[in-house]
């Protein structure tokens, strides 16, 4: 049985938590904070998180959405900063760098208490920046398809063109979409940074917010201490060219993994045979399946799309909390039952939490515009996923407004910044070897691989090597031996009672 507070780490990078509730009008000086100076340019009030101990600070940063001209309209970026507690008040903060593209950082403030960001209250400050575009720094929210509501758009075509475009028209009343890439929001963090009066920050990120981190330290490699980077990718991955192999690389690890426990492969012996024979089934077309509405609780029948199918098992091979109930769909698609398959997607949804505006601006401009054809049929060869999810992405982008993002952009990241990346072997999202890429340019820094760890950040391992880091900002000496003793959570025989929809 998976517990809700399983889900919610599984799901961390791209979930939501909380928001501020302002208190009162009462001045940041009220917190004793040791970088509040003369510098500080912020309105910062206190602010009350709940299930978060001690009173935080809250305020907004107004930016130009133009940062070229320096003129027009402006995004007000919402901050919150969690104080340090400890009588120890160090002087580096650790900044976080949520996921996505399109998850605000500050919808993450839950992990200050119980969860991975917490080893850091002590000694210093935590700060969350909702990255413009996101949270509610100017939220560029749209719907194109992520509501299961409609079964059949939500298990239709990938990126639905009338939705896109739909998206694209609501979201140009209120912003300059071309505005909303992670170049100019670093720039944004770096001015944020100096209006707070921190010299210098040690950074946290996962998922997407690594690629944002690798631009910061580019951008503004004086202001970075250390950095600690969780599921890597980098910006020459060229979201979402690499998907396909990843995804491959994870379900033949989850067939393996499946065949070596006894229960799993005792439920289901013949894993990989029976999932090539539901992908058969959709050769000649979408498939009609039977699925559970979630408004009547009754069966109807779906056309299921197989770039759909595909890409909701790619989704839940991220994490080893929903790679577990993948044998399962799959032995339960064989026998003609979808609704496993249909009541995992919709409990995993990460597309719901992100604004699809901001997704569609960076990784149309960051990674489509990079992609090649021959790129496309060398990475899918082989794969489940095949060229459709590309091929999908890169027709939505087609009619999408894109940001100057220069060729430079997919470089690799150089730098000499104290530097940790932290790679499990079974991500479905980002493999080991987008980490291993990545620092061989970087002078300072480390992978550690976990074998039997995903896209997630849930293991106290993790967090005692990432509290250890960032108090030393040294690579020597860090012990990871922790890692060898992660394991996969049991694969699921069953859907538990609390994930059913009915």
């Given at each position: ?39 500080n340019r912020i309105d910062l009030k206190q602010c009350q ?95 194109i398809g992520d509501d299961p509501v409609d079964l059949q ?213 960051e990674g489509v515009r990079f992609i090649s054809s021959s ?128």
């Amino acid at each position: 049985m998976i517990s809700c507070r399983a889900i919610d780490s599984a799901v961390l990078l791209l979930t939501t938590f909380t928001f501020a509730l302002p208190l009162c009008p009462s001045s940041a000086s009220a917190l004793r904070r040791d970088t509040q100076s003369s510098r500080n340019r912020i309105d910062l009030k206190q602010c009350q998180l709940p299930n978060v101990d001690g009173s935080a600070l809250c305020g907004v940063y107004d930016v130009y959405e133009n940062r070229a001209t320096k003129s027009g309209q402006k995004i007000s970026l919402n901050i919150v900063i969690i104080p340090a507690l400890g009588p120890t008040h160090l002087p580096d903060p650790v900044f976080w760098l949520h996921g996505g593209p399109g998850a605000g950082a500050t919808e993450a403030v839950g992990i200050a208490k119980g969860g991975f960001l917490e080893v850091f209250r002590k000694d210093r400050d935590l700060v969350f920046v909702d990255q413009r575009g996101t949270g509610k720094s100017n939220p560029l929210k749209c719907d194109i398809g992520d509501d299961p509501v409609d079964l059949q758009t939500y298990f239709g075509k990938l990126f639905p063109v009338a939705a896109v475009r739909a998206c694209r028209e609501k979201l140009e009343k209120t912003a300059d979409l071309r505005m909303y890439t992670t170049p100019i929001a670093m720039d944004d963090l770096e001015e944020v940074r100096d209006a707070l009066g921190y010299e210098k920050i040690n950074i946290v990120a996962a998922s997407y917010g690594t690629i944002a981190a690798q631009v910061y330290m580019r951008q503004h490699s004086a202001s970075v201490r250390a950095a600690f980077l969780v599921g890597v990718a980098t910006p020459g991955v060229k979201q979402p060219l690499l998907f396909a192999r990843a995804a491959q690389h994870a379900l033949d690890l989850v067939i393996v993994d499946c065949a070596a426990d006894q229960t799993c492969n005792r439920a289901f012996p013949n894993l990989r045979s029976e999932f090539q024979a539901v992908l058969s089934r959709f050769d000649n077309g979408p498939i009609e399946v039977n699925m559970l509405d979630v408004t009547t609780k009754e069966l109807r029948s779906v056309r299921l799309e197989r770039e759909n199918y595909v890409e909701r098992l790619r989704l839940l091979l991220y994490t080893t909390t929903f790679a577990r109930y993948v044998p399962l769909v799959v032995h339960e698609a064989y026998g003609g039952n979808f609704v496993p398959f249909e009541t995992i997607s919709i409990r995993y949804n990460p597309g719901s939490l992100l604004a699809r505006g901001m997704y569609l601006t960076v990784t149309c401009s960051e990674g489509v515009r990079f992609i090649s054809s021959s790129e496309i049929v060398s990475e899918a060869k082989g794969t489940f996923v095949g060229e459709r999810r590309v091929r999908a992405h890169m027709a939505a982008c087609n009619d999408w407004p894109k940001g100057d993002v220069p060729t430079s952009f997919i470089e690799p990241v150089k730098s000499d910044i104290p530097i940790i990346m932290f790679s499990g072997e079974v991500d479905g999202s980002s493999p080991p070897w987008f980490g291993k890429n990545a620092v061989r340019y970087m002078h300072n820094g480390i992978q550690i691989l976990a074998r039997y760890y995903g896209h997630q950040l849930d293991s106290p391992c993790l967090w005692e090597v990432m509290r250890t880091f960032i108090n030393s900002a040294s690579v020597r000496e860090i012990d990871s031996s922790c890692t060898e003793k992660i394991r996969r959570p049991p694969f699921a025989t069953e859907i538990p009672p609390q994930l059913a929809l009915q």
